[in-house]
């Protein structure tokens, strides 16, 4: 039966649409119950809906504490190297993980994707054999993954069914972090950057997820809302413009919340396709506009797309729809979609929403939380923990480059610092904390002065890892010499003159006369005393 559902779906595009036509899926995210479907086996090229799994798997490390949210992860050359969508994170600096996917999410950034994939799994190539091993795990059959932010590699595609089995393993395992994929904007530095998701902000319901855009797949967007009580999952591969895309969504679920049984299976029976991805590179640049846009193109005032009587389409002539349907679209009951006199579907202007302060570098709770993947053999980063490491030989012992867990521009109240023993944010990395600091009672005995900061044999100290300790002791400054006087005539004990001058300091004084250099000689002349003359 579902085997001819697609043969007929596949016919009529066959017939009446374009070479490769759409694909779109609806789920109930609670039983999985297919509400409708089209073409959903079909392999896709994911795009940066790739970045769903990125996700799935740095939070499965938060929950197997191997990470925490508050993990400072180091940026590689490889991952500031990324194309854009970017946001230009420069080589040797830190993002937490909670920033990174707050970032990640809305603006869907290529370079902060591979820092999350370096953080959690060590380097890319492990991250990504963690990611096909956890599709396998989920029942993903047509997916395979090559990168973790999805720019577009042949070898790299999903299904709508596989990315439904996804979104309902993210919302399941992970409620509590829902508000990552459905925060509307984000505000690093003076920049406020918007969800891609055209849906967020506009859509009644809506509780966010994943866009994707190469030039290859088309527009695609993950998409789930909640209404009555119930919540659905929508997806939609392949349209012709970020309009397309959002407005094909915002019907489906309409279509869907309008329904209350599905069509007589559930989204794990769909079977694999055994396809390959199409490349639809051509179709975008001829009927989406000419040219190949970004995905994050979307605005904050209202978008709207062209309908035809089949249904949405991305065509500037109205003719031939992306998307086949068998019945004729529902009409738009969400509270913020609307049909237009001329025919187009209308979605209103973005929500006001105050957006979720981020930012680079650490927070303070990055001392105390677990280190990333990739920065575990990085003696800086254990420095900055409060390990005490190992002088090796003929090795200097090196500061951290990071203190002690200096406070970044902002912090989520929300969210609890990992810990596993680790110092106290507020303490200095370097300052002793035992109170000792006056010199040991033996200090004044006999034998060498032991220097505080100097390096000792063994392991490194606090005071012995504070930088130019010993550089700072100095010999002290020897008073100016005065100039050579005569010896007085006369003894203490033996001339009582003496005595009596001593008794008139003044007197004796007066009486004093500098002592006459020695007779030069021709052979060793003797130098002229120098004021001041440290030798």
């Known amino acids: 039966m579902i085997s001819s559902r697609f043969a007929a779906v596949l016919a009529f595009g066959l017939l009446a649409g374009p070479a490769v036509a759409g694909t779109s899926l609806v789920i109930d995210a609670s039983s999985g119950a297919v509400l409708s479907a089209e073409n959903p086996s079909q392999a896709w090229h994911p795009a940066s809906t790739t970045k769903m799994m990125t996700t799935y798997l740095a939070l499965k490390a938060v929950r197997e504490r191997r990470l925490g949210l508050e993990t400072a992860i180091p940026v590689s050359k490889l ?150 009580g119930r919540t659905l999952i ?45 490349n639809i590179c051509d179709d975008v640049r001829r009927k989406g506009g000419g040219a190949a846009l970004a995905d994050d193109v979307d605005v904050s005032g209202p978008i709207s797309a062209l309908t035809t009587a089949g249904g949405v389409g991305g065509n500037s002539d109205g003719a031939g729809d992306r998307f086949l349907t068998m019945s004729p679209q529902p009409r738009a009951t969400g509270a913020m979609l609307s049909r237009a006199p001329s025919g187009r579907i209308v979605l209103g202007p973005r929500a006001e929403t105050t957006p979720v302060p981020v930012a680079f570098g650490r927070t303070a709770g990055s001392a105390s939380a677990p280190l990333a993947a990739n920065a575990t053999g ?7 923990r409060g390990a005490a490491p190992v002088i090796a030989p003929d090795k200097p012992v090196a500061a951290s480059l990071f203190g002690g867990g200096t406070p970044g521009l902002f912090s989520d109240t929300r969210r609890t610092a990992s810990s596993n023993g680790g110092i106290p944010g507020a303490t200095s990395a370097f300052a002793p904390t035992d109170g000792a600091t006056q010199p040991p009672a033996d200090a004044f005995q006999a ?29 002290a400054a020897r008073p100016p010499a005065k100039p050579l006087l005569a010896k007085p005539k006369g003894d203490s004990k033996t001339d009582p003159k003496s005595e009596a001058e001593k008794a008139k300091p003044g007197a004796a004084a007066a009486k004093l006369q500098p002592a006459k250099p020695p007779a030069k000689t021709k052979a060793t002349p003797a130098p002229k005393p120098k004021p001041n003359d440290d030798a």
């Open 79 to 228: 991952a500031a190297g990324q194309p854009r969508v970017k946001v230009y994170i420069k080589a040797g600096q830190e993002i937490t993980l909670d920033n990174a996917l707050r970032i990640m999410l809305v603006k869907s950034a290529n370079d902060i994707a591979y820092v999350i994939a370096e953080g959690v799994g060590g380097n890319v190539e492990t991250f990504v054999g963690m990611m096909n091993a956890e599709a396998a795990r989920l029942g993903m059959r047509d997916t395979r993954f090559t990168n973790p932010n999805g720019w577009h590699n042949p070898d790299q595609q999903v299904s709508a069914r596989d990315l439904a089995i996804l979104a309902m393993a993210l919302m399941r395992e992970f409620p509590d972090y829902a508000d990552y994929w459905n925060t509307p904007s984000v505000q690093l530095g003076k920049q406020v950057l918007n969800n891609t998701n055209g849906l967020v902000g506009r859509y009644s319901g809506i509780n966010g997820m994943k866009t994707g855009f190469v030039c290859a797949s088309g527009f695609n967007v993950v998409a789930t809302a909640t209404r009555g």
């Open 234 to 278: 929508a997806v939609v591969l392949g349209a012709l413009s970020g309009a397309e895309r959002t407005v094909k969504a915002a019907q489906l679920l309409d279509e869907g919340f309008g329904k209350w049984g599905g069509i007589g299976y559930d989204v794990a029976s769909l079977p694999a396709s055994g396809t390959r991805a199409p």
């Open 378 to 384: 990085r003696p800086d980063s254990q420095f900055a």
């Open 447 to 475: 034998g060498p002065l032991k220097l505080q900061g100097a390096v000792q044999p063994g392991k490194a100290t606090a005071s012995s890892l504070r930088p130019g300790a010993a550089a700072g002791i100095k010999p």
